[in-house]
């Protein structure tokens, strides 16, 4: 079974751009969930799809948002980019409850500059 | 609100030797508990988790974590470390939100020497 996928790997934007990452879950997952991963603040949730529909939403400000799609692939965006933006974005994928083992993408590393 | 605190943020240990990265929670509710691993340049991946029953939970290369109430604790521990043990190792706990939230520590870099 081939694993989580995130497009595109590596970015570098400048401030004030907009973002749009990718993931793409193993197949049968219906949940997505995404994080953002940084030196300073460790991983924090971002939020979590499940079946097209947003079920959970970390602490980030509006500028950060998502969707997921029938198929269950899962896009996130940054608008007005900002310094503190650069960081590594992991999505995860499961078949949607507390219990199930959530399985990580390889991240997409974004350089905001 | 939940919390995860990863006590040590780096364990140097020589091979062979034996280890344990601490990990405390606080939660109000029932929770579930992680342990997840990450390599150099590389996603999470789970090692452990523990759902209900059993205390003591235990991976297929040697790892162990003990559940303890009382404690509000989920220590993971192995007895002999290898080489390839290097990795950053993130303790988390489930959201008390419905979905898949998982709320991390700040992780443990283990570094193994020989």
């Known amino acids: 079974k081939a694993g989580v996928t995130q497009t595109p790997r590596y970015l570098i934007k400048t401030r004030g751009q907009q973002v749009t990452l990718s993931c793409s879950p193993i197949s049968g997952h219906r949940s997505v969930s995404w994080y953002q991963q940084t030196p300073g603040q460790g991983l924090q949730f971002l939020f979590e799809y499940f079946s097209e529909t947003q079920r959970n939403k970390g602490n980030f400000p509006g500028r950060f948002s998502g969707r997921q799609f029938s198929n269950s692939r899962s896009e996130m965006n940054v608008s007005t980019l900002e310094l503190g933006d650069s960081a590594l974005y992991l999505c995860?994928?499961?078949?949607?409850?507390?219990?199930?083992?959530?399985?990580f993408g390889p991240g997409t590393r974004l350089t905001v500059l | 609100a939940q919390s995860v605190t990863q006590l040590d943020s780096q364990v140097p240990v020589f091979e062979e030797a034996p280890v344990e990265l601490r990990c405390n929670y606080s939660?109000?509710?029932?929770?579930?508990l992680f342990w997840y691993v990450q390599y150099p340049n590389q996603g999470l991946q789970l090692l452990l988790k523990y759902l209900s029953g059993s205390t003591l939970v235990e991976s297929i290369n040697g790892f162990e974590a003990e559940f303890n109430k009382s404690q509000t604790s989920f220590h993971l521990r192995k007895p002999s470390v290898h080489i390839s043990d290097t990795a950053e190792y993130f303790c988390?706990?489930?959201?008390?939100?419905?979905?898949?939230?998982?709320?991390f520590g700040k992780g443990t870099t283990l570094s193994v020497s020989s």
């Open positions: 939660s109000s509710v029932s929770v579930y």
């Open positions: 995860a994928s499961s078949l949607g409850n507390q219990v199930d083992t959530q399985y």
């Open positions: 988390a706990v489930s959201g008390d939100q419905a979905g898949t939230a998982l709320i």
